[in-house]
């Protein structure tokens, strides 16, 4: 059996590209299974989707705890989570990056397979929506499944859904992730701490789930607590202000629905803090001056 | 009347919650809350807004917050009105629940609150359907629009039934204030909800609230979007005060619904048939409001004969 774990964000469609593979995988004569962890991520959350592929019928219905292969739709997780937990000796790690294998730290030595599929998907889709791409450097990773298959399956499954042309364009998209892919190995050096996690015995919950604003060992917990939770990896584009242009009208700083444009009223000023900014794009589009740029968050 | 420079500094909604980005009901929330300010306690109903805002043990509000199901805004707020009155506190109570949670499984509990005239803050947070659940269709739905449950398919494309008029319904309960705001109109909104704040008695604000992934549309898009559809008569902006009813903006010139319809991916299948019966609905909407006919090039085309709400599936199932 070869188990797949696919780390994504809402809206990149990583629990497409469990089912595309699963289904490529059902092309070439095998038994395969594909289902999303459910919870209730929004778009730009870490989310995570499992195939699982066999030879024979598959009875496990389980998350996929121990990967032969995990895929990784964007870099940006690799900050706050451990992608490589639980990967079998020798299995590999195939992920949507910029950097070269030998410049990505996982925190242990593996193959590692990288290509860049946010611009291939921009170039070919011109939507950062990476699913397809990624899966044309797992074949390629793993050889699993062969690159024919993938595209049958591709244009089967977005065909469908989509129609044809769509299906065609994300078929050229695995097909070019595919020959851009390079392999090598991952470093080994940081060392990811678990994040930690406020686990109160049932005595100290407080009765109905009340909280007061408190801190414990995890962080802050209760009102207001949410800003421990850094939404800065959700962005693919963050806003540059140009303060010359600016004439401090504040309309960005009202829109931004995250309220991460923060007012620094004794200074007259505005300061945009980029843990939390998911670079939706509304300060840019309703800047009445066009004081404000979207360029990639992570170049 | 306060403006946007005049509005506090302090986040009493912060940030690290999570809406998808571009969220036009965390864009709408952040604001209202800005202005009721810290003497306010909160209570949302099963939605979006209860997800991304608090996820235990975490919370994004810095204000008393309160949930417990999905039909009972109307309930709740009224138990924490009495409550805090009992013990002689001066705060506001607000409930903020989705249209699912207003047009229909909150109505009667709202309708109750409002006939009782409680001392609260009702505000229906419309993005036209189920969104927490993953996009069904609700009262709130614009004709034409697709949801999972009314798809688009060979037969049928996408909702056959006309948004419900929930600003009449709240309105006839004859309670001290309604008003319907657009959060890419801020100083109506901000006026809007001040007003509210120092009314007594059932106040309903009625707002706006893009989905991103709901309306299929791009997220930079979400003011824009209101806009268009203030400028198209898809959404008016007005108030009931004590049953005068007052239009607070007016835009200057109409323009074809088609316009609001393309920027949205939820109605871009819409045939012309579709949209010409949406542009009579709204045509007429917009005569009523207004008291005076629509853009020319836009409403003077031969109405279809049936009545706006008499589809053919209607007639299908019911005869003519
Ligand atoms: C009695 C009951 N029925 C169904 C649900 C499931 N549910 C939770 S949120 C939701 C949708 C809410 O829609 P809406 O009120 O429009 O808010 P939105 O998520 O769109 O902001 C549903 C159906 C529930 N929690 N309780
Ligand atoms: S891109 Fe969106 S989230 Fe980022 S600062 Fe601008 S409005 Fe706020
Ligand atoms: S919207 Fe533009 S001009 Fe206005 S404050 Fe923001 S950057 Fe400055
Ligand atoms: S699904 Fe819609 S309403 Fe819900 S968080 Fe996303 S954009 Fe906001
Ligand atoms: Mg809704």
Redesign the interface.
Same mark, same amino acid.
């Given at each position: 059996m070869f188990e797949v774990r696919f780390h994504g964000r809402g809206g990149q469609g990583a629990v497409m590209a469990a089912e595309a593979l699963a289904e490529a995988a059902v092309i070439e004569g095998n038994y395969a299974v594909a289902f999303p962890f459910f919870g209730a991520e929004r778009r730009g959350a870490p989310v995570l989707a499992f195939t699982r592929i066999d030879s024979k019928k598959i009875y496990s219905k389980t998350q996929v705890y121990s990967p032969d292969c995990v895929v990784v739709l964007d870099d940006s997780l690799l900050d706050t989570i451990d992608v490589v937990a639980g990967l079998k000796p020798g299995g590999s790690v195939v992920i949507n990056s910029r950097d070269k294998p030998e410049d990505i730290d996982l925190g242990i030595s593996v193959k590692t397979a990288v290509v860049d599929a946010t611009s291939v998907a921009l170039e070919i889709l011109k939507a950062p929506i990476t699913n397809t791409a990624i899966l044309g450097a797992f074949a390629r990773a793993t050889g699993v499944i062969k690159l024919e298959s993938l595209e049958e399956a591709i244009k089967r499954r977005f065909g469908e859904k989509l129609g044809e042309k769509v299906a065609e364009r994300n078929s050229l998209a695995a097909r070019t992730a595919y020959g851009r892919t390079v392999i090598g190995t991952s470093k080994g050096i940081k060392k990811l701490e678990s994040k930690k996690q406020w686990l109160p015995k049932y005595q100290e919950l407080p009765a109905g789930g009340s909280l007061i604003e408190g801190k414990t060992e995890a962080g802050l917990i209760g009102p207001g607590s949410f800003i421990e939770n850094k939404v800065s990896g959700w962005a693919t584009f963050r806003p540059l202000r140009d303060r010359e242009k600016c004439t401090m009208c504040l309309l960005c700083w009202f829109y931004c629905p995250e309220g991460t444009i923060v007012r620094i009223s004794d200074r007259g000023d505005l300061m945009t803090n980029y843990d939390y900014c998911k670079g939706c794009g509304v300060c840019a589009n309703e800047c009445p001056v066009d004081a404000i740029k979207m360029v990639r968050a992570r170049a | 009347m306060i403006t @946007? /420079?005049e509005?506090p $500094?302090e986040?009493l909604? +912060?940030? *690290?919650?999570?809406? !998808?980005? &571009? !969220? *036009?009901v965390?864009?709408s929330i952040?604001?209202a809350i800005r202005v009721l300010g810290k003497d306010t306690s909160v209570y949302v109903p099963a939605s !979006?807004a209860v =997800?991304? &805002?608090t +996820?235990?043990?975490? *919370?994004?509000? /810095? =204000?008393?917050?309160f949930h417990t199901a999905f039909e009972n805004t109307g309930a709740c707020i009224t138990g924490m009105q009495a409550a805090f009155e009992k013990k002689g506190k001066k705060v506001t109570a607000v409930g903020f629940a989705g249209d699912g949670g207003t047009y229909d499984i909150g109505l009667q509990s709202m309708s109750g609150a409002a006939e009782r005239n409680e001392d609260v803050i009702y505000i229906c947070l419309d993005n036209e359907a189920y969104m927490n659940t993953g996009i069904q269709r609700s009262g709130g739905t614009p004709f034409g629009a697709w949801t999972t449950t009314t798809p688009v398919g060979t037969k049928v494309q996408g909702n056959r039934r006309f948004k419900k008029n929930l600003g009449e319904i709240v309105a006839a309960h004859e309670i001290p204030y309604y008003a319907t705001l657009s @959060?890419g109109h801020?100083l109506d909104f901000i006026r809007k909800v001040e007003k509210a704040k120092n009314i007594k008695g059932f106040r309903f604000l009625h707002m706006f609230t893009p989905c @991103?992934?709901g309306w299929k549309m $791009?997220?930079?898009?979400? =003011?824009?979007v209101t806009k268009r559809a203030v400028e198209s008569g898809m959404w008016t902006l007005y108030e009931v005060e004590n049953g005068e009813k007052k239009i607070t903006f007016k835009p200057g010139k109409m323009k074809s619904v088609r316009d609001y319809l393309m920027m949205q991916g939820r109605f871009r299948h819409m045939s012309d048939e579709d949209i010409k019966k949406l542009q009579m609905w709204v045509c007429k909407k917009w005569n009523l409001h207004y008291k005076e006919k629509g853009a020319p090039e836009v409403c003077e085309i031969v109405p279809p004969e049936e009545h706006h709400a008499v589809t053919e599936e209607h007639r299908e199932m019911h005869g003519p």
């Open positions: - | @946007i /420079k509005l $500094d986040n909604f +912060t940030a *690290g919650h999570t809406a !998808c980005p &571009g !969220c *036009g965390a864009m952040r604001n !979006c =997800v991304f &805002g +996820t235990f043990p975490y *919370g994004a509000w /810095k =204000v008393p917050f @959060i801020p @991103i992934p $791009d997220p930079a898009k979400t =003011v824009e």
